[in-house]
Structures are given as structure tokens and as C-alpha cells.
């Protein structure tokens, strides 16, 4: 298995409050994504990375922003939360853009009440 | 835009087979992947097509047509572990993944 975690695994938070997820991985891949998971949609990117400060934005970035200062840490932060950003946040990593697969993380489920 | 159709859900029987298809509408085509994602947690790599035709994996194979907008999978002897949602992907014309909602497999006894 690729070596990528996330934290936190769960988190509930308060509308309003900013919010931090972390992902890290062990295995020197060049890109990083996050994607959110959602009952009745696919997996749909917010925002990845091309190398170390070197990110962009996916189909669902707003209210969203992302950091990424080493190789193996990629941050997402929801500035201040909202109901709808509920959701089941997965990071993934590849070795380049066209690689075969992407590793995904165990995911960090996020409640915002 | 840009669009995965998949089967919401699906019921099968243990040892017997099924397809499940996808159908897609991208901006460019850089190859068409197919995930398994059991519940609660991440979705796992199972093929990948770029060229027309079937690629055999195992119990599993996708096949691709590129100038329908089609592929399937197909999972053959089912076992009940392969109870699991089935998430179709494409890459478009900027590398980027598009998912599909994802088919949720049911195997029966």
C-alpha cells in the first residue's frame, strides 16, 4: 500500500470556524490532490498540487485553499466552514500527471453543524 | 461539460458474472479508469484503458470504445468481498480525473 495518511479521520466543527486537513505521504510523488466525496456525485477535485508551492485549483475551490511547503504534507483549509462543505475529503497522490494510478488516503470525514 | 453516466446500483448473484457500464462525455480523452471503493473507505485502482478493445485482469476486465463514449467492466465468479461501489473516471484533456456518481454492486447468496 502507498504510504499516505490524513488527519484528522473525523472531525466535527461549528459553522464559521476555519478548519484544517492534512495529508502525508511517504513515497516522493510529485502530485497531491483533494477531492471530496459526496452521496450522488463522483469524486470531485478542490484543489492539487505539481510540486512544492506549486498548486492549483480543481472544480470545486471555493471557499477552499490549499498550502504545500514539503514534498510530503499538502494542507487544505476551509477558511470558515459552511453546512456545505459536509462532506467525506479524500487526498490522493500520483507520480506525475499521467501516471496510471493515484493512491488515495483513508479519507477524513467532516461534519460542519 | 463534462459528464460520467454509470448505474446507480446493481444486484448480483455469488459465482455469477456481471457488466457495468459507463458511458462519458469530456473534453478530451487521455485514458478511462475503473476504481473499486468498498464503504467507508478509499477507492482503490482496478484498470485502465487508452486504446479500444478489452484489457484482462484476473476475474476482471474493462473494456473501451473510444468513439462511443463507452467502456464496461466486467467481474466474473463473483465472490461476495466484491460487494463494493464501482467508480468509473476519465482523464480530459488537462490530466484531470473526471468520476463518475459511482455503481453500487450488490452480490447475493
Known amino acids: 500500500d502507498a504510504g499516505i495518511t490524513q488527519s484528522p479521520r473525523h472531525k466535527v466543527t461549528e459553522t464559521g470556524t476555519p478548519v484544517t486537513l492534512r495529508c502525508h505521504q511517504t513515497e516522493n510523488h510529485r502530485y497531491m490532490y483533494w477531492y471530496r466525496q459526496d452521496p450522488g456525485h463522483g469524486l470531485r477535485l478542490i484543489h492539487y498540487?505539481?510540486?512544492?508551492?506549486?498548486?492549483d485549483k480543481g472544480e470545486v475551490s471555493d471557499g477552499y485553499s490549499v498550502s504545500r511547503s514539503k514534498t510530503e504534507d499538502f494542507l487544505l483549509t476551509l477558511e470558515s466552514a459552511t453546512s456545505s462543505q459536509t462532506s467525506v475529503y479524500f487526498c490522493?497522490?500520483?507520480?506525475?500527471?499521467?501516471?496510471?494510478?493515484?493512491?488515495f488516503g483513508p479519507g477524513t470525514r467532516l461534519t460542519v453543524t | 461539460g463534462q459528464n460520467i453516466d454509470q448505474p446507480t446500483e446493481m444486484t448480483a448473484t455469488e459465482g455469477a458474472i456481471v457488466q457495468i457500464n459507463c458511458t462519458y462525455q469530456?473534453?478530451?480523452?487521455?485514458?478511462l479508469f475503473w476504481y473499486q471503493q468498498h464503504a467507508g473507505e478509499a477507492p482503490t485502482f482496478l484498470s485502465y484503458?487508452?486504446l479500444d478493445g478489452l484489457e484482462e485482469k484476473g476475474r476482471f476486465s474493462s473494456f473501451l470504445s473510444r468513439s462511443k463514449g463507452y467502456s464496461y467492466l466486467l467481474l466474473k465468479e463473483l465472490q461476495m468481498k466484491d460487494s463494493a461501489s464501482y467508480l468509473c473516471a476519465v482523464r480530459d484533456s488537462n490530466y484531470q480525473l473526471i468520476w463518475g456518481a459511482g455503481t453500487k454492486l450488490i452480490i447475493k447468496p
Open positions: 498540487s505539481y510540486g512544492v508551492k506549486d498548486t
Open positions: 469530456t473534453s478530451g480523452f487521455n485514458g
Open positions: 490522493a497522490i500520483s507520480q506525475d500527471r499521467s501516471s496510471y494510478e493515484q493512491y
Open positions: 484503458n487508452v
